[in-house]
T-cell receptor
Framework: DTEVTQTPKHLVMGMTNKKSLKCEQHMGHRAMYWYKQKAKKPPELMFVYSYEKLSINESVPSRFSPECPNSSLLNLHLHALQPEDSALYLC???????????????FGPGTRLTVL | QKEVEQNSGPLSVPEGAIASLNCTYS??????FFWYRQYSGKSPELIMS????GDKEDGRFTAQLNKASQYVSLLIRDSQPSDSATYLCAVRGLTGGGNKLTFGTGTQLKVEL
């Protein structure tokens, strides 16, 4: 099973709202990722959690706040977003670099976010 | 120089032909290489991974890796209209504790009837 699930599928929010994106995997993976993807562009890495610890923050604005409650779950808390933050937000997971030579990343279906 | 380069296309091939997608990378320390297929409005789907020089075949797909030339390619045999998508090349290096992928900009493939 290589399934990563994400909720919600679609989200519309105002600039003053607070919302959260959720991601779950049951593959026993120890690394989880958040990416942002704009139309006709490749995914852009935002955050990496490795063994439930934040290991990479690609200089993401503080209005995006990640959280990893346990090894299967990953959240992305959103607050005071801007219209330019509208994008497809993708979660991915992998075994983690310590456990696999290849370390394949598997993506969830994404959350389509629109900020009004 | 971009870290991972792909021709953006579109690459048009007739149904039943072989589609050849190419990718070059700049980091000689890169460890493993991936091809993702992405349909419009959907998330990337992993179709091939490779980390040793040579060819790796899976059904109609063959990935080829040449580390000396810093080149990785994807061949799709007997191309079908359902193969029409954007193909993303991704490279894993040693940065970010080995967890970071660097993506190319993708090649759009169109398989014509």
């Amino acid at each position: 099973d290589t399934e990563v699930t994400q909720t919600p599928k679609h989200l519309v929010m105002g600039m003053t709202n607070k919302k959260s994106l959720k991601c779950e995997q049951h593959m026993g993976h120890r690394a989880m990722y958040w990416y942002k993807q704009k139309a006709k562009k490749p995914p852009e890495l935002m955050f990496v959690y490795s063994y439930e610890k934040l290991s990479i923050n690609e200089s993401v604005p503080s209005r995006f706040s990640p959280e990893c409650p346990n090894s299967s779950l990953l959240n992305l808390h959103l607050h005071a977003l801007q219209p330019e933050d509208s994008a497809l937000y993708l979660c991915a997971s992998s075994q983690g670099s310590g456990g696999a030579q290849v370390n394949e990343q598997f993506f969830g279906p994404g959350t389509r976010l629109t900020v009004l | 120089q971009k870290e991972v380069e792909q021709n953006s296309g579109p690459l048009s091939v007739p149904e039943g032909a072989i589609a050849s997608l190419n990718c070059t990378y700049s980091d000689r320390g890169s460890q493993s290489f991936f091809w993702y297929r992405q349909y419009s409005g959907k998330s990337p789907e992993l179709i091939m991974s490779i980390y040793s020089n040579g060819d790796k075949e899976d059904g109609r797909f063959t990935a080829q890796l040449n580390k000396a030339s810093q080149y990785v390619s994807l061949l799709i045999r007997d191309s079908q209209p359902s193969d029409s998508a954007t193909y993303l090349c991704a490279v894993r290096g040693l940065t970010g504790g080995g967890n970071k992928l660097t993506f190319g900009t993708g090649t759009q493939l169109k398989v014509e009837l």
